[in-house]
Antibody, heavy 122, light 107 residues
Framework: QVQLVQSGAEVKKPGASVKVSCKAS????????MHWVRQAPGQGLEWMGR????????NYAQKFQGRVTMTRDTSISTAYMELSRLRSDDTAVYYC???????????????WGRGTLVTVSS | DIQMTQSPSSLSASVGDRVTITCQAS??????LNWYQQKPGKAPKLLIY???NLETGVPSRFSGSGSGTDFTFTISSLQPEDIATYYC?????????FGPGTKVDIK
């Protein structure tokens, strides 16, 4: 069925990097932009950026520029989000979310992964 | 960045009540506004897109309206399974900012 399956929870030390994966199934992976959204404990939703799985082109929120890298592997229909120089306030659930629009980006997220908890602690 | 505000931040209502949440954008976003429902420990779920379009499979008791800077989300008859936090999100331009959320529970 149509779904996004994310990698498991991670515990990292401050200053380290984390790479979260998001495997798509049930649809044409290269046809839909993938977005990454995070949610700190008890907080709201924060858009981090997006990747065009077809071209590999990316757009990142200003806040994360220089620390985030979004990539994809079309051979296994998987998107990745790597966040470097982790701080304690990066502790959050990280979601991948598919854009609704085919071969374009509407900003409407119609399919979400279950989320990956990343805990940053010394 | 476009700032989104929501009110109220939380509400308590009885089963069967009409529930209304408002969302305001810091600048004109036309109808580029979505509403999501998030239940505890779960991922958000798209309910309404383009301000007023109901996502496939979403019950018709959910509705949205508005354009420009002011938007409204309504549950016509609150059900126990509607207990969740509701977020608006603009996508007129990047980044697609979310409102702070409205927590809805049963009185």
């Amino acid at each position: 069925q149509v779904q996004l399956v994310q990698s498991g929870a991670e515990v990292k030390k401050p200053g380290a990097s984390v790479k979260v994966s998001c495997k798509a199934s049930g649809y044409t992976f290269t046809g839909y932009y993938m977005h990454w959204v995070r949610q700190a404990p008890g907080q709201g939703l924060e858009w981090m950026g997006r990747i065009n799985p077809n071209s590999g082109g990316t757009n990142y929120a200003q806040k994360f520029q220089g620390r985030v890298t979004m990539t994809r592997d079309t051979s296994i229909s998987t998107a990745y989000m790597e966040l470097s120089r982790l701080r304690s306030d990066d502790t959050a659930v990280y979601y991948c979310a598919r854009d609704r629009e085919y071969y374009d980006s509407s900003g409407i997220f119609d399919l979400w992964g279950r989320g990956t908890l990343v805990t940053v602690s010394s | 960045d476009i700032q989104m505000t929501q009110s109220p931040s939380s509400l308590s209502a009885s089963v069967g009540d009409r529930v209304t949440i408002t969302c305001q954008a810091s600048q004109d976003i036309s109808n580029y506004l979505n509403w999501y429902q998030q239940k505890p420990g779960k991922a958000p779920k798209l309910l309404i897109y383009d301000a007023s379009n109901l996502e496939t499979g979403v019950p018709s008791r959910f509705s949205g309206s508005g354009s420009g800077t002011d938007f409204t989300f309504t549950i016509s008859s609150l059900q126990p399974e509607d207990i969740a936090t509701y977020y608006c999100q603009q996508y007129d331009n990047l980044p697609g900012t979310f409102g702070p959320g409205t927590k809805v529970d049963i009185k």
